[in-house]
């Protein structure tokens, strides 16, 4: 089966999930019966379409050169919505910048995506977080899918579990280490390194937002942790019910002085007896999420059939979120 795709934003991610794509054809192919065409590309520029399909690693060539869209073939302006209704696509992949506040202009085109009738996969966490319950209607209402796994996480499948995993399940406290940039830079600090240093080079392997306000003040947390609250149990809740605070008044010396102790600090998230938070937190390095080191994320879930479930990630680089955005497409699409 053939899947005309659609790609918003050419950042790292996307990058990453056209190599994927590629090199895992023959397996997607052969077990899945699936081919994924991408038929339109979009960066800041615009979008370029090409009905018979790009070559992926030629789109991926040709951005880190610096070949903004606007110069590839098939160039067809810069509004995505109205370029869009000309065609006929089966999926849009999401992963531009992050909006919170209004879902951008991101929104905007998965909500014409949906009310097409073609289905989303988001790495993109605002249209998600700001219009949850709409977009969810808005798929139901035109036989479209939404899913949105690497949201959160990244390529831990938390919303896999907790979702198709957990069949009734209650869930009494669901706690986690969600963002690994801001876990890598109090280590960078324990281990001796300048703030701006652990920063810079989350920024440089890609694992920091485009605003890393948004890891450091724990605003990516609380969207993961909104993303799985109503996902998954359903609370209907938006950001002002969470509790946020940062990192950004975390020392080496408080680090050191707790490690001296048997302890860490880390930016907790949890959902609790109707309560959600995102704060640093002191946990001893022999509780789980206090043994989650650098680069590694994780969760933990309490629930009352299934006990207490713990999983964790080591994610530096953004290959396991790509992987989670064909992982979504695949099991859109396949019969298997």
């Given amino acids: 089966m053939e899947i005309k795709a659609v790609l918003n934003g050419m950042g790292s991610v996307h990058k990453n999930l056209l190599r994927i794509l590629e090199d895992k054809k023959d397996i997607l192919s052969d077990k899945y019966d699936l081919t994924f065409n991408i038929i339109a590309v979009t960066d800041s520029s615009g979008v370029a379409i090409n009905q018979n399909g790009y070559d992926k690693l030629e789109l991926c060539t040709d951005k880190e050169n610096g070949i903004p869209v606007r110069d590839f073939q098939g160039y067809a302006g810069d509004d995505l919505s109205v370029a869009l209704k000309n065609i006929d696509y089966d999926i849009l992949f999401e992963a531009s910048p992050v909006d919170h506040k209004t879902g951008g202009r991101a929104l905007e085109v998965v909500k014409n995506a949906l009310m097409l009738g073609s289905s989303?996969?988001?790495?993109?966490?605002?249209?998600?977080?700001?219009?949850?319950?709409?977009?969810?209607?808005?798929?139901?209402?035109n036989q479209a899918q939404l899913k949105y796994?690497?949201?959160?996480?990244?390529?831990?499948?938390v919303l896999n579990i907790a979702e198709r995993d957990m069949i009734a399940g209650e869930f009494i406290n669901i706690r986690g280490v969600f963002n690994g940039t801001?876990?890598?830079?109090?280590?960078?600090?324990?281990?001796?390194?300048?703030?701006?240093d652990a920063l810079k080079e989350a920024q440089?392997?890609?694992?920091?937002?485009?605003?890393?306000?948004?890891?450091?003040?724990?605003?990516?947390?609380?969207?993961?942790?909104?993303?799985?609250v109503n996902s998954v149990l359903g609370a209907n809740i938006t950001l002002d019910d969470i509790d946020v605070t940062g990192i950004t008044d975390i020392t080496a010396d408080m680090l050191r002085a707790e490690a001296a102790r048997g302890n860490t600090i880390k930016l907790v998230a949890s959902a609790k007896?109707?309560?959600?938070s995102v704060k640093p937190i002191?946990?001893?390095?022999?509780?789980?999420?206090?043994?989650?080191?650098?680069?590694?994320?994780?969760?933990?879930?309490?629930?009352?059939?299934?006990?207490?479930?713990?999983?964790?990630?080591?994610?530096?680089?953004p290959?396991?979120?790509?992987?989670?955005?064909?992982?979504?497409?695949?099991?859109?699409?396949?019969?298997?």
């Fill in 319 to 336: 290959i396991p979120t790509a992987a989670s955005m064909m992982r979504d497409a695949v099991n859109i699409f396949s019969k298997n």
């Fill in 204 to 228: 440089d392997v890609g694992a920091a937002e485009a605003d890393p306000s948004l890891d450091v003040d724990g605003w990516d947390t609380a969207f993961k942790l909104l993303i799985i």
């Fill in 273 to 276: 007896n109707g309560k959600y």
């Fill in 182 to 196: 801001s876990n890598f830079i109090c280590d960078g600090l324990l281990k001796g390194m300048t703030y701006e």
């Fill in 149 to 157: 796994s690497a949201t959160v996480c990244g390529g831990l499948p």
């Fill in 282 to 317: 002191v946990l001893a390095k022999s509780d789980f999420l206090g043994s989650c080191d650098g680069w590694e994320m994780a969760v933990e879930i309490h629930s009352d059939i299934y006990g207490i479930s713990y999983h964790k990630l080591y994610e530096k680089e």
């Fill in 120 to 141: 989303v996969v988001l790495a993109n966490k605002g249209p998600v977080v700001v219009a949850h319950g709409e977009l969810h209607q808005l798929a139901k209402d």
